[in-house]
């Protein structure tokens, strides 16, 4: 009883005269969030470097069994030890992805097209309660700023963003791009800005070669890059570097690590590029070196 502690012979500590320290966040744009979405975003954003390396391996949702993921288990359960964050689907997530492997998980909530019909005709296709259920630290759509069905995916963004919000879960846009779209700097700048505008809490996005650093700062939350197609291992690290260079947040990969010769490997160099700052060429060495290891 608070009686009984008065009378007690007790020391008590009120620290008067020292002030509280208010820290701000160390993420872009994230100061002002709720304490749930500030601790799901310290899982994917490491606190130490302010970055990340997303795994991505959703793409057999609009295109089946991918090159180099047609057995999910052999291919990706090596990697998740390597990986800060898992991009993938609840089916995936459920099916083959251990529960006990600690990852945080971006989970894919779009649905409705392949790669057979137009790819932009999508709809919000999980629910938030199983978002919850799967423990999600991000949940993401696509955004086809643009495209034929510009005003539907930036709807179901919206609206995953609001039930995201309601149970403190970030959000993740893609920014997607079609095919008659140019991959430059304006176009970028534009379906970032327009994902951070309606609320999202971090967006990925391709990198451009020329005024990407325009893209980075012209969007008021963190982006990361897509990894797309399969490309040389000098130039898909030199892409990172370049990115990171030029204010993005981190890289979200798949093709270019699933389908390198030694996927693990690469994944191992991909984070060097972004968490301890090494140069395209010192990364591509300690791929070959890991390669050279297992062969």
Known sequence: MPEADDKANVTRNYGIGIPVETEGFFLKASNNLDWGMKDRLSRIFNPKTGHTVMLAFDHGYIMGPTSGLERLDLSVNPLVPYADVLMCTRGALRAVIP?????????????????????????VGVAIEDAVRLNASAITVQAYIGGEHERETIGNLCKIINAGNRYGIPTLAVTAVGREMARDARYLSLA???CAEVGAHFVKTYFCAEDFEKVTASCPIPCVIAGGKKIPELDALQMARNAIDQGAHGVDMGRNIFQADDPVAMLKAVRAVVHDGEPAEKALDLYQTLKSEKG
């Open 99 to 123: 529960p006990d492997s600690g990852k945080p998980v971006c989970l894919r909530c779009s649905a409705g097209a392949t790669v057979l019909k137009e790819l932009s005709n999508e709809v």
């Open 192 to 194: 970032c800005r327009v």
